[in-house]
């Protein structure tokens, strides 16, 4: 992208990358001094949907109160308030409900004792790479199990709906973020093409506000339109130093 950039001498942005930061300080604070929360998520299709959605709403984004949720081969659940993403859970750091390839929240005391005679180094790609259904089931294929499911297979069945489980819990969490005050809830990624997901997520949710399924991603069309709302003037756009804006507490 840089060496087109030059070639042609036109600006290249990067839009809502994983590691947005637009979190609220109480999101930040653990019961550990000097450790804090940073989130990495699907930040540009979050983002997206929700501008979307708003639209369709005939609203601002920076209107709207929206838990968005990205639920492919990794899962992302965010809270949304007037044009900021004040939470969500950290994918790469291990939050959120277990995914495809992802283990999710993991109880301290379990993992601590799970690595008692194990290398870090190959404990951590179950927060990425071979946690959640891998782990579980041994494929991170959903569709493969949602299909074991269907045909009798316990464990896949209780590892699908354990997922769906969690998935309503963060939602909840998210919404509790927003104090209650939500106007959708958005579900997007590849698992969202899934009826019997979205069916038991609007059962568990559907109290807390209206759910709004957008199978599939936006991502391509998201970086597109990110840098079409500089371009007209609509937004403007940072400069990215590659240096964490929040670096802790003053006191």
């Known amino acids: 992208t840089l060496f087109r950039s030059k070639k042609y001498g036109k600006p290249a942005f990067v839009v809502n990358p994983p590691d947005t930061d637009e979190l609220c300080d109480l999101a930040r604070v653990t019961g550990i001094k000097g450790v804090y929360r940073n989130v ?13 959605h708003a639209e369709s ?34 994918i790469v750091g291990g939050e ?9 929240s993991v109880p301290v005391a379990e993992l601590l004792r799970y690595m008692k005679d194990k290398d870090i180094k190959d404990v951590k790609p179950l927060c990425t790479k071979t946690g959640g259904f891998v782990s ?24 699908w709906n354990a997922m769906i489980y969690q998935i309503t819990k963060s939602i909840g969490a998210m919404a509790a973020a927003l104090h209650g005050k939500v106007d959708g809830i958005l579900l997007g990624g590849g698992m969202v093409h899934n009826a019997d997901l979205v069916e ?3 059962e568990a949710c559907g109290f807390i506000a209206p759910v709004y399924p957008y199978p599939g991603e ?28 929040w670096k802790g507490f003053e006191e």
């Open 40 to 52: 990495h998520l699907h930040a540009l299709n979050l983002k997206e949907t929700a501008i979307r």
């Open 57 to 90: 709403q005939g609203k601002k984004y920076e209107e709207c109160n929206f838990v968005v949720c990205h639920i492919g081969g990794g899962i992302s659940i965010s809270a949304h308030e007037k044009g900021l993403m004040i939470d969500g859970t950290d």
């Open 96 to 104: 959120g409900p277990m995914a495809p390839t992802r283990c999710g």
């Open 136 to 159: 579980l089931l041994g494929t991170s294929d959903a569709r493969e199990v949602k299909k074991m499911a269907s045909e009798g297979n316990k464990a896949a069945d209780r590892a």
């Open 200 to 202: 038991k997520i609007e």
């Open 218 to 245: 936006f991502e391509l069309e998201a970086m597109n339109a990110g840098a079409a709302r500089v371009l007209a003037g609509l937004e403007v756009a940072k400069k990215y130093t590659g240096v964490p804006r």
